[in-house]
């Protein structure tokens, strides 16, 4: 199986934007739509079946994993420690898997992607669903594939999840993020293990190894690099600090 871009940002869908059954559209309807649901606001949690997006790949979307069963989004955010009133980019945010979790628990998120359409995804849930007081705290930006293109010293953290291994110069795109993390300041992927995992998940040459990574981080300045091997069945998590 190839593991394209495609289909990491329909994998991402799952969760934010499921499709629940529905008859099968008509020949003359390319796209099934439904309409957005109202969550409660006053949650800090976010519902599998928030909200339903018309998209072409609708039908890959309905046969997409769960992903919340192997992601274990809330303890990969009680990992990161008290992010209340910290500031923090989701590099590669696709439709807001983590972004909009990380508004909920309190944190001022940048969701960081390339496509348009996604900054547009996650702007219209953000309308619909958020509070004012958690929308202002949630804004998208728009970046090159090679620059997340984020002011020097903006950040508190930075995430790249299910991301890092579409980045094509590694080296170059963690080095200029590391000027837009503070001093003090922490990044953190996560990425497949390069274990036999099942089939919906990327192939073996579509991931890297957590120990080049590790090396990669070291040469570009992080330190008190942390390779966590055993919270997540499937996948590793990697701390980086940016000293001071």
Request: net charge negative; hydrophobic share 40%; glycine share 4%.
């Amino acid at each position: 199986m190839v593991w394209t871009t495609s289909m990491i940002l329909v994998l991402g869908m799952t969760l934010i934007y499921s499709c629940k059954e529905s008859p099968s559209p008509q020949e003359s309807d390319p796209v099934v739509e439904k309409k957005p649901v109202q969550v409660d606001r006053t949650s800090t949690e976010i519902n599998d079946d928030l909200v339903t997006v018309s998209r072409d790949d609708v039908n890959i979307i309905d046969n997409a994993p769960d992903r919340s069963s192997w992601q274990n989004p809330n303890l990969v955010i009680q990992r990161m420690g008290d992010i209340k009133g910290k500031t923090i980019a989701d590099i590669g945010a696709s439709v807001g898997y983590f972004a909009f979790r990380l508004v909920l628990s309190g944190a001022d998120v940048i969701a960081v992607e390339l496509d348009d359409s996604m900054i547009q995804l996650m702007n219209s849930f953000s309308i619909t669903n958020l509070s004012k007081e958690q929308s202002e705290r949630f804004k998208t930006h728009l970046a090159l594939a090679d620059d997340p293109l984020l002011e020097e010293n903006e950040l508190d953290q930075a995430i790249i999840m299910n991301t890092i291994t579409l980045i094509e110069d590694k080296q170059g795109y963690l080095s200029k993020l590391k000027k837009c993390i503070k001093p003090d300041g922490r990044l953190m992927i996560m990425d497949f293990k390069m274990k036999r995992l099942p089939p919906q998940f990327p192939d073996k040459e579509d991931r890297i190894y957590p120990d080049i990574l590790e090396e990669m981080l070291y040469d570009i300045g992080y330190d008190e690099v942390v390779i966590d091997d055993s919270t997540l069945d499937y996948q590793y998590i990697i701390f980086a600090n940016n000293p001071k």
